[in-house]
């Protein structure tokens, strides 16, 4: 018996705050340590980290250097490889466009905006005109243009900088001492990294049957200390969307601040409403809703690298903003956590918005949505699986009777990649304007039968692919083992490898 199940055996019988005390008590003896390591290494070793094709690797810079072709017949291969494998075709969320005209579109706008760097307003004052149109154009779709308060907001990095940099504001602007943000045990992690950098106190509410933030214990966590509340529209996990309407209410009732995390449905929802979908209320037509993400690098279909965080007024936007007036360097301000921005992706982003339109986005809109209801209908067809609350486009869905995980790596030998889900265990497919393709719906869901078939076989215990780390990450009780597992997982993607 290897020493993590045997540790999974008597920690579960514990306490979660007892088992976590005695995994940190038990890892600093040199040699329970030693042990720990060894077996991490193993579960590391089986751990199906992808190849990338080719036996070059540079672990210096090259004294000669090489020439353009040299680099362009690299990357090209490389590029190609992934491409060839299909994946990027067959995932959940991540390639959200795809298309080819589209992606030449967002190249050539890059290209010739590569140097920009927005910082510099005197060299590129067309950033700022790219990014004030952005913030207009996304502030516009989610509700501005019906309020009498200024929508406001910058683009960012991406949903985790948009979420930390709201948090950034709430907590400036309050001056609470031990700050206190109260979100749904459903919101995405980038809450939590906000809580960690930003030195809140995150408390985090379980989330009701159908998988939606529960308003009313929500409303019961908020302390005096507490300065803003969140909700999702929709959730990363199980693609249903938060009660905002409630949640808004009973925020500015309080008198504090209340961030709609539309990361991921900022940029469908809208268009949904527009085709005459049920959509709840969830942007600033709401009047308690104070700040919001929306991404335009997910499905407002941008390069990687740029979302939209939005405030009601500037003066909120101010506690965002970061400004020096004594720095030896000289005035300086900047808008959000980087220093130097990359202006070609901001450049990308507005590119994006005006080649798309509203009809593009309708049109995108109304053809993800028809598929997200075949899958949704394909999903729940196929015995053994139970999808999880009433989602639109992001199908989540568990078993009760096979292993979800196991179902998860024999899809990856199909080639799809799906996203594991904790607690309960399950997967999630987040569907793109690529699954609108003839053909992919019905790929998938023929697929996923004959993955429940193969799981149904292999019995409980996942075996396979990335299937057992889950596993294990899903039930261990010391979750800070999980965590150190994680830490060396990254250190493994970041070795040099010669293939
Ligand atoms: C609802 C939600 N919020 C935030 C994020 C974080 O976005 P990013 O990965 O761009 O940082 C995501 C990403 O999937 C998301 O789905």
Known sequence: MSLTTLAERILSKLPARAAEAIYGGARRIPRVRRLLESEYTEMLDSAPIPNVPGDTAYEAIPGTPLSRDEIIAAVTALAGAEEDDGRQNRASGAVYHGGSDHIELLNEVYAINSQSNPLHIDLWPSAMKFEAEVVAMTAA??????????????VTSGGTESIIMAMKAYRDRAGVRRPEMVVPASAHVAFDKAAHYLGYKQIKVPVGPDYRADASAMARAVTRRTV????????????????????????RERGIGFH?????????LPWARRLGY??????????GVTSMSADTHKYGYAAKGTSVVLYRGRELRHHQFYVAADWPGGLYYSPTMAGSR??????????????????GYLEATKAILETGAKVRAGVEAIPDLRVLGDPLWVIGFTSDAVNIYEVMARMSERG???????????????LTLRHTQPGVAEAFLNDLAWAVDEARKTGAEPQTGAAPIYGMAA???????VGDLLRRYIDKIYEVRRR
């Open 141 to 154: 779709m989610l509700g501005g243009e019906v309020t009498s308060d200024e929508i406001v907001g910058t």
């Open 228 to 251: 803003v509340v969140a909700g999702s529209a929709p959730g990363f996990p199980h693609g249903v969307i938060d009660p905002i309407s409630q949640l808004s209410d009973m925020a």
């Open 260 to 268: 709609t995390d539309a990361c991921l449905g900022g940029f469908i």
């Open 278 to 287: 049920d959509i709840p209320p969830f942007d600033f037509r709401l009047p």
């Open 342 to 359: 990359p202006g070609a992706l901001v450049a990308t982003a507005w590119a994006s918005l005006l080649s798309m339109g509203e009809q």
């Open 416 to 430: 799809w990649s799906l996203n594991g889900l904790h607690h309960p265990p399950a997967v999630h497919m987040a």
């Open 475 to 481: 039930t261990f009780p010391a979750r800070g083992a």
